[in-house]
């Protein structure tokens, strides 16, 4: 059975759970519109179960898919498809700030602190035992997403844009990780957050006690209920 109120211990700096997730946020890069969002969905579906996969752990497909949703109803890879008008706007947006760069930089930055964080929390409520068969896995991704909408990413963001300017070549780099595995493929990549391990997982194990209150809040409501 899944504890509502697991304990959050500091935990040693991974690579592993943060791979795919820095190879979703480093997408935006790609100067090419639908494109970006191509890999962006690819690497973003492939967190849950790569994060699964190093904990030894399953977790549902259908979980999974939950899981690799966009928490704030961006544009999605099969709306792109069935909404024309959507594709029209997106594509004028996203080719405006590829052609102004450092905005790109800024919208690259910003998916990666949040990308970081939605790994993280995936890893944090694997190991909870919250998304194993049996646990209202339904009530621990809507409390994710709840949490995810509240991030303060600002703690991340220096480390964020480190790591974006140390990003060379980011489609090739994102077609041999689509390949290869992100893990291996973008290793030194890792190095910012690894060498800045203590701020970083400070500010995303905050981002799991919210998580860890609001699932034990939804627990009890659910027990008191029945």
């Excluded at 993280?120 to 068969?133: E, Q, S, T, W």
Aim: hydrophobic share 45%.
């Amino acid at each position: 059975m899944a504890n509502p109120k697991s304990e959050i211990r500091n935990p040693k700096f991974e690579w592993a759970v943060f791979a795919d997730a820095t190879c979703a946020g480093l997408s935006v890069l790609i100067p090419l519109p639908l494109v970006d969002l191509f890999f962006e969905t690819i690497f973003r579906r492939r967190i849950p179960g790569r994060i699964a996969k190093v904990r030894e752990s399953e977790v549902a497909s259908s979980t999974k898919a939950q899981l690799a949703r966009p928490v704030n109803g961006s544009l999605s890879w099969t709306g792109c498809i069935a909404v024309p008008f959507m594709v029209g706007r997106y594509i004028l947006r996203r080719l405006w700030r590829k052609i102004i760069y450092i905005f790109a930089v800024k919208d690259a930055t910003a998916a990666l602190t949040e990308y970081w964080h939605r790994a993280f929390l995936i890893d944090h409520m694997v190991r909870a035992g919250h998304l194993a068969p049996g646990v209202d896995t339904v009530l621990a991704v809507r409390v994710y997403r709840q949490v995810l909408q509240t991030i303060d990413p600002s703690p991340l963001t220096g480390l964020a844009r480190q790591t974006v300017a140390n990003a060379r070549h980011v489609l090739r780099l994102l077609v041999r990780a689509r390949r290869l595995g992100a893990a291996e493929v973008t290793k030194s990549l890792g190095e910012v957050l690894s060498s800045h391990w203590k701020v970083a997982s400070a500010s995303l194990v905050a981002t799991s006690h919210r998580y860890n209150e609001l699932y034990a809040t939804e627990v009890s409501l659910k027990e008191q209920s029945r």
